[in-house]
């Protein structure tokens, strides 16, 4: 079992023959965002997602991004993954459990999440588009089962409605940011893991 992290900081560096990331997340942080992935779309997800979520953020990332984005994108969800589960420790006294619908313009989504050490990605977002500008919209899904693997989290993505692809793709990364806020909150009731088995 992890050892218990009161800071909730990590730092991940991960360099491959096709990415080369240095990362840091704070989950005590008050929404402050460096960015910089080499591909200008993600900087605006993850800038959202730190914003909305209270956390400090911090990526520096170059990547094959002449081949495509995937290689870039789907590492950072790794990273992600890693800082998040690192951050959290043995996930002692915090809520685990987070749920936030988010509405944008003539979108909802809806994003329920566990900390359960138990990862599953259900996405059930079709986008209309394939792309926003020149990012390929199905490497959001690529993004968050990365980062659902790595992070040890059970996620599930609903879109109920929506026609823009790019709020659609917004309000995802704002709800993941809401729920992943409430889910890591501390519960001041709970003396341990939240858990009948005493650990996840």
Do not use: W
């Not at 560096?13 to 080369?20: D, G, I, L, Q």
């Not at 994003?111 to 059930?124: E, I, T």
């Amino acid at each position: 079992m992890a050892a218990t992290n009161p800071q909730k900081q990590s730092t991940i560096n991960r360099k491959t023959r096709e990415t080369n990331i240095s990362l840091t997340l704070d989950l005590n942080g008050t929404g402050k965002a460096e960015i910089s992935t080499g591909v200008p779309f993600m900087d605006h997800m993850l800038t959202l997602f730190t914003v909305h979520g209270f956390f400090d953020l911090t990526v520096k990332a170059t990547g094959d991004t002449e081949v495509d984005d995937h290689h870039t994108v789907e590492d950072l969800g790794i990273c992600m993954g890693q800082a998040l589960k690192e951050a959290l420790g043995d996930a002692s006294a915090i809520r685990r459990y987070g749920h936030f619908s988010l509405p944008m313009d003539e979108t909802l989504v809806r994003v329920s999440l566990d900390l359960s050490n138990r990862p599953y990605l259900h996405y059930g977002a079709t986008i209309p588009d394939q792309k926003v500008g020149s990012f390929d919209t199905a490497l959001a899904q690529e993004f968050l089962r990365a980062f659902s693997l790595h992070g040890g989290i059970t996620l599930h993505v609903e879109l109920a409605h929506g026609d823009n692809s790019h709020h659609i793709l917004e309000a995802i990364f704002k709800g993941l940011a809401k729920a992943l806020d409430q889910a890591c909150t501390a519960e001041p009731r709970a003396t341990g893991v939240l858990s009948s088995k005493g650990m996840l």
